[in-house]
């Protein structure tokens, strides 16, 4: 069985910094991609980081870049974001994203990051 579980969410200032941990287990296939979304009510998901496990190359979307850095524990199966500069856009859930060669996806549950002041 696949569970795949964020942590350290919480109320940071705006300018702060907050990191971000995911704990994944229980996947069979290969891992194509380990990514990060984001959500606010009555928005969509925005995916806020993604790391091809092949070559280990990472990409953001240009509201992160520069702020956001996404990162693996290969020992621990394990996936990370850094986040800095937070800026106060208010209450939004994380969640953890794996998606394996077989097109399997995988979502935790999320975790809760508020920004502000």
């Known amino acids: 069985q696949v569970q795949v579980e964020e942590s350290g969410g919480g109320l940071v200032q705006p300018g702060g910094s907050l990191r971000l941990s995911c704990a994944f287990s229980?996947?069979?296939?290969?891992?194509?991609?380990l990514s990060w979304a984001r959500q606010s009510p009555g928005n969509e998901r925005e995916f806020v980081a993604n790391l091809f496990t092949d070559d280990g190359r990472t990409h953001y979307p240009d509201s992160v870049k520069g702020r956001f850095i996404i990162s693996r524990d290969n020992l621990e199966n394990s996936l990370h974001l850094q986040m800095n500069s937070l800026k106060p856009e208010g209450t939004e859930v994380y969640s953890c994203?794996?998606?394996?060669?077989?097109?399997?996806?995988?979502w935790g549950q999320g975790t809760q990051v508020t920004v502000s002041s």
């Open positions: 994203n794996v998606m394996t060669i077989a097109r399997q996806d995988y």
């Open positions: 229980g996947v069979i296939f290969k891992i194509r991609t």
